[in-house]
């Protein structure tokens, strides 16, 4: 069945550091590819999306690409603040679904001052 | 605003009573879906539904109930049959995967708890 898998959290990292959250999927066919964040007590927001193998998704800073060959999606920033921190969820739907998503459990990113 | 509402953000609820948490988008979405979410874990699918008048049981529907009569509302009712309801609670919508972008864009969430 389709699934993602995501590193594990929580993730520390000091202001102004380099970003890399790794996300790998399981899917038949082509799924889309998503990113979102949730800030504490909040719903999801929709951080970035890709929809075909290459594409790159980017958004305030944060970018992911498809990569089929190696079913991943990893999210990247060069510089992250303090107002990152955030859980960040990766997450994908395949055709013929529903439009269903499938979530990885999470990663918490903290980022210290 | 388009956007999605939920309401209460916050409810308390006795064991063995029903509860409905609403779940209102004017995006004008064919599409919603109920999550529901533990600490420190992913979101896991309760129902969805693609048509009003119609919707289909997700990963984990035991215990809870929903209906679509109108394209716009999603109520998501948790029984007494639900062995632990406490949760956060999140509800998203999206256009017709059929015609359009995948992307489910979510509401503010209705934390649950039961004591």
Known sequence: GNSVTQMEGPVTLSEEAF?????TYTATGYPSLFWYVQYPGEGLQLLLKATKADDKGSNKGFEATYRKETTSFH????S????DSAVYFCALTAGNQGGKLIFGQGTELSVKP | DGGITQSPKYLFRKEGQNVTLSCEQNLN???????????????????????????QKGDIA???????????????????AQKNPTA?????????????????????????TVT
């Open chain 1, 19 to 23: 970003l890399t959250i790794n996300c």
């Open chain 1, 75 to 78: 999210l990247e920033k060069g």
């Open chain 1, 80 to 83: 992250v603040q303090v107002s």
């Open chain 2, 29 to 55: 979405h064919d599409a919603m879906y109920w999550y529901r979410q533990d600490p420190g874990q992913g979101l896991r699918l309760i129902y969805y539904s693609q048509i009003v008048n119609d919707f």
């Open chain 2, 62 to 80: 035991e215990g809870y109930s929903v209906s679509r009569e109108k394209k716009e509302s999603f109520p998501l009712t948790v029984t007494s």
């Open chain 2, 88 to 112: 956060f609670y999140l509800c998203a919508s999206s256009m017709n995967p059929g015609t359009g972008g995948h992307e489910q864009y979510f509401g503010p969430g209705t934390r649950l």
